[in-house]
């Protein structure tokens, strides 16, 4: 007689960048494992693989394309698979910058935050369609999910101009519309290297404006007491 099979709960999701809401459940103690096995490897490219995996598991409702989801969703969905599954507290370690006679206190000290209430922050105002001149423009995507967590890791000065491809669908002008499937890295590389400041400068403030999962963590030092209020965003360190 085969074991009896224990039911899951289950839970109503609204994926970020389409607002449609989706089933999910938690993720077990054999994916725990996996994501586990990921970490200990050290290696960003299995981490990433794993949580897409996972989360590939825990959606109940058909195919959802995983692989070409953006970004935040991601993060989002993860984290709110995380607080289902294993607790709806992270332990972070903060450092103190509040000044104290003269000089930066400097304490590092762990804090509690509670991540079962994370919000994804978006400016509407932000256009995807931008125009360069008063002929041309680029059509601005977000990025998936591994191309970012692979850009996290290179050089600063670097990053810029890597999301900025990364980010671009499509080029156009008043000749035709240019994919960037059509084209290599270099020679994106090369039409964002060619542009003038200002217009290099309206690629970059839609990066630097991409929508981000953030939760609210407010802790106290241990040192010198000043209560901290952190508006916390970088959630692929704690994963487990």
């Not at 039911?7 to 449609?20: A, C, H």
């Not at 105002?125 to 967590?149: C, E, F, H, Q, W």
Request: a negative charge; aromatic letters at 10%; proline letters at 5%.
């Amino acid at each position: 007689m085969p074991l009896p099979k224990i039911d899951l709960p289950t839970y109503d999701l609204t994926v970020p960048s389409t607002g449609k809401t989706i089933k999910v459940r938690p993720f077990t103690v054999k994916e725990e494992k996996l994501l586990l096995m990921a970490l200990e490897s050290k290696s960003d490219s299995d981490i990433v693989s794993t949580i897409k995996q996972v989360i590939n598991n825990c959606m109940l409702d058909g195919e959802i394309p995983v692989e070409k989801m953006p970004f935040f969703d991601i993060d989002y969905i993860f984290v709110f698979l995380r607080a289902k599954s294993i607790g709806e507290t992270v332990q972070v370690k903060l450092t103190c910058n509040n000044i104290v006679d003269g000089k930066e206190c400097g304490n590092s000290f762990p804090a509690e935050m509670n991540i079962s209430n994370v919000t994804l922050e978006k400016d509407e105002d932000i256009n995807d369609d931008i125009r360069l001149t008063a002929r041309s423009g680029v059509k601005m995507k977000y990025p998936d999910y591994s191309i970012m967590r692979h850009i996290e890791s290179l050089p600063e000065i670097e990053k810029k101009t890597e999301i900025i491809i990364a980010s671009i669908d499509y080029i156009y002008d008043d000749k035709g519309m240019y994919k960037h499937t059509d084209y290599t890295k270099d020679e994106l590389k090369e039409f964002i290297e060619g542009l003038t400041e200002e217009s290099y400068g309206k690629l970059e403030n839609y990066i630097d404006n991409f929508p981000a999962v953030a939760a609210q963590l407010e802790a106290k030092c241990t040192k010198c007491g000043f209560e901290h209020k952190v508006r916390y965003t970088e959630f692929f360190d704690f994963f487990m």
